[in-house]
């Protein structure tokens, strides 16, 4: 049986070897022309405007950053009224540390437990999963995450001091977190240490209520959430649609790989009226926004509680919560549209840092490997935009490495929580440009969904599911050869 199993891995190999030399194991520019080229990495990487725009969208780029940056009062009194009164952070850089990955909390040393508080770029989903089938449509919006009665899809560990005053700045509960430690053992006996954070909730403002709080119901499933890196966004958002269905009609059978798309419901569509606002999912880790808009409106209201002009409801609008709160509210739309589209185009407009070191025999070496273990059927290298409302975003030929799909990533890292097409098991593909400088940007930035891996090995170790047949044939390789391939990831 072993020779058997040995056997399938060859062929697995054998049969990405055909074309293991990449032809794209030479670029440099990223993101085409919009590259930003950058010989030694600073915390600054990930901050500069594309290469290519003009002097006033570098200015309007500018604007936008000051507002990405800006402080939100929860006082109705101040000009920079807004925050919350349920959020979890009070800022968009808060959590997109220098517009790159967040961190995990700094871990109290005097307790098992750590709280989040303000400032945390971690925060949990949650919604109800009662096995019930989908339809997918508008009955069922489609397929949207099914908020938790009385919560919504989102919880919010910090509030304004007057939302709860039994527990003055805690939003709709207090959140959590611990560290589980365990290891991987490579087939030589080399060890990898490996980390996850484990959350719970306290305090829920409806702990009272009789039977206990809704969010405890056996039917409600939680899932962390940590910001990914913020450049490159609207280069994604000008990859052709066809480009991305086409990867996922592709036969990878033979790998145990089926990316799929999802579907997701479209905030600017629905607006409009369209019979079915429904478009191709490409942002979030789940791939559940359509648009830089909708993902940065989104989470304007969702994490720092303000409302816009295409999300104008309070993020706990409609819960007992909100409606002990809301004679403390100032009700009203609190960012306008022209801070809306700044801050759009802001996210638009983030630059690709250009690879390091690509003619290094070492990280050549570690592309041929990446190639070879099949890391690229999924971390597609490349594609070519279009059109788009920014002209220097339009006719570039970029490498992302991402299909943009959705892929079972194996019950490790799976939350359990369906997310329009994407099941419990399901996360799409995350981009790899720019990984090699994510931790000169942020030390302790962490990798995947939770922020769980510490180091991009760690990362490769937690897959699973589709990914299985890669990751073992990356624990089989020498030594020297997955150094190689980790290389030539810190080379993007």
């Not at 049969?15 to 670029?27: H, K, L, M, T, Y």
């Not at 720092?304 to 009700?331: H, Q, R």
Request: glycine share 8%.
């Amino acid at each position: 049986m072993k020779r058997l199993f040995a056997a399938s891995l060859t062929f697995f190999a054998l049969s990405a070897q055909a074309d293991s030399v990449p032809s794209w194991i030479n670029e440099i520019m990223l993101g085409g022309s919009t590259t930003v080229v950058i010989k030694t990495p600073t915390v600054r990487a990930y901050q500069n405007p594309l290469a290519n725009l003009t002097t006033e969208e570098v200015e309007r780029h500018l604007a936008g950053d000051a507002l990405f940056e800006k402080n939100f009062s929860d006082d109705p009194t101040q000009a920079d009224y807004g925050l919350g009164p349920a959020f979890n952070n009070i800022n968009c850089a808060a959590c997109h540390i220098r517009d790159g990955r967040g961190s995990l909390p700094v871990m109290d040393l005097s307790s098992p437990w750590t709280r989040l508080g303000t400032n945390e770029s971690i925060f949990l989903r949650i919604s109800i999963e009662d096995g019930a089938p989908r339809k997918f449509d508008h009955t069922d919006h489609y397929g949207a995450p099914i908020p938790v009665p009385g919560f919504s899809d989102q919880l919010f560990h910090n509030g304004s001091f007057s939302l709860r005053p039994d527990e003055p700045g805690t939003g709709q509960a207090e959140v959590w977190m611990r560290i589980e430690n365990s290891s991987f053992t490579y087939p030589d006996g080399s060890v990898l240490k490996l980390r996850k954070p484990i959350f719970k909730v306290e305090k829920p403002y409806d702990g009272d209520a009789p039977g206990g709080s809704r969010l405890f119901a056996s039917d409600v499933k939680m899932g962390a959430r940590m910001t990914p890196a913020m450049m490159g966004l609207g280069l994604v958002e000008a990859i052709p649609e066809k480009q991305i269905l086409d990867l996922a009609k592709r036969d990878l059978s033979a790998w145990g790989i089926k990316g799929e798309p999802n579907w997701v419901l479209d905030q600017v569509k629905w607006m409009k009226g369209q019979l079915y606002p429904v478009s191709l999912g490409r942002f979030g880790l789940k791939a559940n926004t359509p648009s830089v808009l909708h993902q940065s409106m989104g989470a304007l209201r969702g994490d720092v509680g303000i409302t816009n002009p295409y999300f104008p409801d309070e993020n706990i609008a409609g819960t007992p919560l909100f409606e002990a709160f809301k004679n403390s509210w100032k009700p009203g739309i609190e960012a306008s549209l022209e801070i809306a589209d700044t801050l759009t185009f802001y996210s638009q407009t983030l630059a690709v840092p250009s690879r390091r070191n690509a003619e290094d025999p070492l990280v050549q070496k570690g592309a041929v490997k990446f190639n070879e273990v099949g890391c690229a059927l999924c971390h597609h290298p490349s594609f070519t935009t279009d059109q788009h409302e920014v002209a220097a975003l339009r006719q570039q030929t970029i490498f992302p490495f991402s299909d943009f799909l959705l892929h079972d990533m194996g019950e490790d890292l799976a939350d359990g929580r369906t997310d329009f097409r994407a099941s419990g098991r399901q996360w799409k593909t995350r981009p790899l440009w720019g990984i090699g400088v994510s931790q000169v940007v942020n030390p302790r930035g962490g990798f995947l969904h939770d922020g769980r891996a510490r180091t991009l090995e760690e990362a490769v170790i937690w897959h699973d599911g589709e990914a299985r047949r890669s990751k073992t044939l990356f624990s089989q390789l020498p030594k020297a050869d997955r150094d190689a391939l980790i290389l030539f990831l810190k080379s993007l």
